[in-house]
């Protein structure tokens, strides 16, 4: 009897390797398990010591370690690793709602288009205070504030959050031209007008105009201008206005008595769009970066000279808001990760370990919006 042998082909060199991968995913998925249940330890901890669900200081660290492992894909990673600490699916969950000041119709509703499209989830808030609180804890993936205007200057309560709140990350601007009108219940010269329903920083914008035309009117603030608008249409009260964009007094069905209150041109208000922290995006050539340096550790003319001997240029710098202490916000051109800048921002940190990088992001086209009617 003739015994056949038969020869089983030993596994070639790439399923050998696939081998290895299984191994290599089987202990990964051990360690992210184990590093899940860890997370939710250390979670626990921090809420019974009376801290918060999420340390957005230790978040950071994570992603910078897995960014500066991996580059890009490894942002990615430490993010999905975040979610599941978090008992978050990391795929296939909708996306983090985008916030900003509503209603939709709001100047602030036009940025975040401009930002982030149309279609996708938001999360209307009544006041950019709380636009940043919902990005701060999570609710919201990203945020729309404004943060200056050429005519009144600072948005004081913005900048004071940014600069000393919870950390949060500026990853964009967009300047918006703005347009405001006056607008009542009823057609009519704006004679009649005793209240002006609208937010203050609106109100300070054509601060010029009321004191010229209605000296003897006083403004109620109101979260934002459309809110002040809405309160005004349910009011139906022709001696209360709203001061607020064409498109809002359009949609509520309120008459303009009185346009071109902030001159011409128009005034321009800058809005930023701001994440939980998240390390910088990289250059593009054409870059802003806003830092944050305590005034009371950096004296002003230092921080000129630091940034002058390295050939930065300063594009705007302000005094801090209501902090006792202050603080200087400054914008400049370049990259936080290029020379100069780089070079620029560690002679800074050798005066003081306080400074603080909100973000480097790409800066705003300087052409005027078109396309959408405000």
């Not at 919870?166 to 300047?175: D, F, K, M, T």
Request: aromatic content about 4%; some cysteine.
């Amino acid at each position: 009897m003739e015994l056949t042998v038969i020869h089983q082909p030993s596994p070639s060199g790439h399923h050998r390797r696939q081998k290895v991968i299984d191994d290599v995913d089987t202990r990964l998925i051990r360690l992210i398990g184990k590093r899940r249940a860890v997370s939710e330890e250390v979670r626990n901890d921090r809420l019974a010591e009376g801290g918060t669900r999420t340390d957005t200081g230790w978040e950071m660290h994570v992603i910078s370690r897995y960014h500066e492992a991996f580059g890009s894909p490894g942002r990615d990673i430490a993010l999905g690793l975040l979610r599941l600490s978090q008992g978050e699916p990391p795929t296939g969950r909708p996306s983090a709602p985008d916030a900003f000041l509503g209603p939709a119709d709001s100047y602030s509703g036009v940025a975040h288009r401009q930002f982030a499209g149309s279609g996708g989830p938001v999360l209307l808030m009544d006041s950019a205070a709380d636009v940043l609180d919902a990005v701060g804890r999570g609710r919201a993936g990203s945020g729309t504030v404004p943060v200056h205007n050429t005519t009144a200057g600072p948005v004081v309560e913005v900048m004071d959050a940014l600069a000393l709140g919870a950390p949060l990350s500026v990853i964009g601007e967009r300047r918006l031209p703005v347009t405001l009108v006056l607008a009542t219940v009823r057609p009519g010269p704006p004679d009649g007008v005793r209240v002006v329903r609208t937010h203050p920083h609106a109100y300070a914008q054509c601060a010029s105009w009321f004191a010229a035309h209605l000296p003897g009117a006083r403004c109620a603030a109101a979260p934002s201008t459309a809110a002040g608008a809405e309160t005004v249409a349910r009011e139906g009260d022709a001696s209360r206005a709203a001061l607020c964009a064409p498109a809002t007094a359009e949609r509520l069905g309120l008459h303009p008595v009185g346009g071109n209150l902030t001159g011409t041109p128009p005034a321009v208000t800058r809005f930023l769009r701001v994440v939980r922290v998240a390390p910088p995006r990289p250059p593009t050539g054409r870059d802003l970066t806003t830092l944050v340096v305590p005034a009371d550790r950096v004296p002003l003319l230092t921080v000129v000279r630091s940034l002058a001997a390295s050939g930065v240029h300063v594009q705007d710098l302000h005094p801090g808001g209501r902090h006792p202490d202050g603080y200087l916000w400054i914008d400049v051109a370049g990259h936080r990760d290029q020379a100069p800048l780089g070079e620029a921002l560690e002679r800074l940190r050798r005066e003081s370990d306080r400074v603080r990088v909100l973000g480097s992001y790409p800066a705003a086209s300087a052409r005027a919006v078109s396309g959408e009617t405000l």
